[in-house]
């Protein structure tokens, strides 16, 4: 309170809102409201030159220090300090600016944030459009924040666009009376809400008919004998008239003229076999067909979903998302990575029926891009017999879960990344095939020591080990008892029975028989851009070199740089070539070379690779090695050409 000429005068200060560190934004529109109340916006935003009128600076001066006074005031404790050192209005303001809003590259950042939530903007079913429209203004408004200008026709385009289904006719009677280039959003709100107020009356009042119409067919089921009828006769809902004077309803009438002009004592029926009535009109016949027309339309819904399960049933991999379900539940226990039997309670079902749950625990799937992922706390129920996915649980396990129309989507939260996206069935439920891990398969087995040396050894035969340990060939190699059965050389080393050997002498120097063989296309390219591999063995030392070729055609350039490689290396000549009949060893450039080289060409017999059985062999063994590498340990073919044969060539 001050006093001025005896008189009491009232000072009032504006509500300040205080920043506490959270929703900049909102808090900086508000201060400019403030400031701009205060005519201060321009010094806060702009700041004053100092070389100025000294009436004028001493005003500014006076100004500027009050809207400082303003901020210091506006801001928590804990953040004061950050404006603590500023002199000025305009300093505090843009230090704040900065350090909760950021410099201009992060509000881009934001900007292209805010952007795509905008652009990916879909209202969910079961939504509100208060809820809805709620979540465009916030973005919308953030964006302005940014100093993006958005234009109220963006906006309401892309609401009119993104509305459920529902609401498809109102979108309609929207764009046909209203000219959306002066629409604004506020109109726009107001009339959605005003929809959204008629279709709930509409849905309310429908779904009252439907309990009425309901009510009232229990009454005609209990006897339907209260409705009309009036007297000592047998009148009523069903105008069945009749001994006596009762009077029923207009049907009823109808029928008793009907029955007075014929005599029905000698008529039997041909449902209960008593006289005095038509099938058409038994008694018996007609409260036996409502019980079991009831019965039947409970028995058909539940045989109409068992019917589809029974399809699909028959696999593990399938399982329904249920948005009523609290946890995962399974029946089939193998499919369990972990069980804990210990944890015992019921769980009601539906169709209010209670089950036993038996235990709880984390279930293994592959999301069919070769990842596992486990599902915790998975309830094992026997008496299931789906597997049922708790759309909740997934939700808490960080997924986001989308249902529109006719496909739900499931999404990971942290990448942004789908992971599925489930079709609805004919019967309205959303079946998710994954491929379920039985427990077997995720145990680590125990690995001897001698498999352990049979697979560091490129998967080697038993005998080739023992003859490695016997002669101490390799420093640290334990004496090897047995290999237990390697599914990698089961599936890399099966082959035919051996040709029949022939006489054939073997070089009794290096160089003198070289035996050459081209492998390939391989299905799938090294990482190098390989499809073929050009082996070289030496026929008395065994020696093999590999080369790898993109084609066939770098098969002549190879051998050149082979030849000149190993003649330079060993001093010696090569002599004889074997190779087989394939088109690279056959080319007339190759013929001259070897004649100018003088080289002895020995080829095989056409489809008889066996008489260049050095060479196949050797083929062989490199492949297998390579392909027990990949199948023991999940590689990608990429890995089986360039990599692993450079490793295992010997």
């Known amino acids: ?50 070389p100025d009128e000294e009436a004028r600076l001493k005003e500014n001066t006076k100004k500027d220090s009050k809207a400082l006074f303003f901020i210091q005031q506006a801001v928590h404790e804990s953040i004061f300090s950050k404006i603590a050192a500023t002199t000025t209005a305009k300093e505090a303001w843009t230090t704040l600016k900065t350090a909760f809003q950021g410099s201009s590259k992060v509000i ?9 939530d905008f652009e990916t903007l879909h209202m969910k079913n079961g939504e509100s459009v208060q809820d809805f429209l709620s979540r465009v203004a916030a973005i919308v408004n953030q964006m302005m924040s940014y100093g993006k200008d958005i234009l109220d026709q963006t906006v309401v385009a892309k609401v009119l666009r993104n509305l459920t289904p529902k609401f498809d006719h109102v979108v309609a009677a929207i764009e046909e009376s209203k000219d959306l280039s002066t629409y604004s959003f506020d109109e726009l709100m107001g009339s959605l809400q005003s929809h959204e107020v008629r279709l ?74 008593r006289f005095g009535h038509v099938q058409a009109e038994c008694w018996k016949k007609e409260r036996q067909e409502k019980q079991a027309n009831y019965v039947e339309q409970e028995e058909d819904q539940v045989k109409l979903f068992m019917a589809y399960n029974e399809e699909v049933i028959s696999s593990n991999n399938i399982w329904f998302l249920d948005s009523g379900c609290s946890n995962h539940m399974t029946g089939i226990k193998s499919l369990f990575k972990k069980l804990d039997e210990s944890h015992k309670l019921k769980v009601k079902l539906g169709d209010d029926k209670q089950v036993q749950v038996e235990g709880k625990g984390t279930v293994a799937v592959n999301n069919g891009h070769g990842n596992v992922k486990l599902l915790y706390n998975v309830y094992f129920i026997p008496s299931l017999i789906q597997n049922l996915l708790s759309v909740g649980q997934l939700m808490v396990s960080g997924y986001s879960i989308l249902f529109d129309g006719a496909t739900c989507v499931i999404k990971d939260k942290k990448s942004d990344q789908i992971i599925v996206d489930v079709r609805m069935a004919a019967n309205k439920l959303f079946p998710l095939e994954v491929s379920s891990i039985e427990k077997h398969a995720l145990v680590v087995k125990e690995t001897s020591e001698s498999n352990l040396w049979h697979l560091r050894y490129g998967h080697l035969n038993v005998k080739g080990l023992k003859l490695l340990s016997k002669k101490e060939m390799v420093f640290g190699l334990p004496k090897i008892d047995s290999v237990n059965v390697c599914e990698g050389c089961i599936y890399g080393k099966q082959s035919k029975k051996p040709f029949p050997k022939g006489r054939s002498r073997r070089a009794s120097s290096c160089l003198e028989i070289i035996h050459a063989d081209l492998c390939g296309p391989m299905q799938t390219a090294s990482f190098g851009g390989s499809r073929y591999f050009l082996l070289f063995t030496d026929d008395h030392s065994r020696m093999s070199w590999v080369y790898f070729l993109q084609s066939k055609a770098e098969t002549f350039e190879t051998f050149k740089k082979f030849k000149a490689f190993v003649e330079k290396q060993s001093g010696k000549c090569i002599k004889v070539l074997r190779t087989d009949r394939g088109g690279e060893f056959l080319s007339n450039d190759f013929k001259v070379f070897c004649e100018e080289e003088g080289l002895h060409r020995e080829l095989t017999t056409p489809y008889s690779p ?28 990429h890995f089986g050409q360039k990599e692993l044969l450079q490793l295992y060539t010997c």
């Open 1 to 50: 309170m001050a006093t001025t000429n005896g008189s009491m005068v009232s000072v009032s200060q504006p509500a300040i809102p205080i920043f506490k560190g959270e929703c900049y934004e909102f808090w900086s529109i508000k201060m400019k409201t403030l400031f701009k109340s205060q005519d201060l916006w321009d010094l806060v935003e702009n700041g004053y030159p100092y």
């Open 108 to 116: 881009t950042v934001k900007l292209q944030s805010l952007r795509r």
């Open 200 to 273: 709930s009356r509409t849905e309310e009042k429908n779904e009252e008919k439907a309990f009425y119409t309901k009510g009232e067919t229990s009454d005609q089921k209990n006897g339907g004998r209260e409705a009309t009828g009036r007297g000592r006769g047998r009148g009523g809902a069903h105008g069945r008239v009749g001994r006596g004077r009762g009077r029923g309803d207009a049907q009823g009438d109808q029928r008793q003229s009907t029955e007075k002009s014929r005599n029905k004592s000698n008529i039997q029926c041909y449902y209960c076999k």
């Open 610 to 637: 066996e008489q260049n059985g050095v060479a196949e062999r050797k083929n062989r063994m490199v492949v297998e090695m390579a392909k027990s590498m990949m199948k023991a340990k999940n590689l990608s073919n």
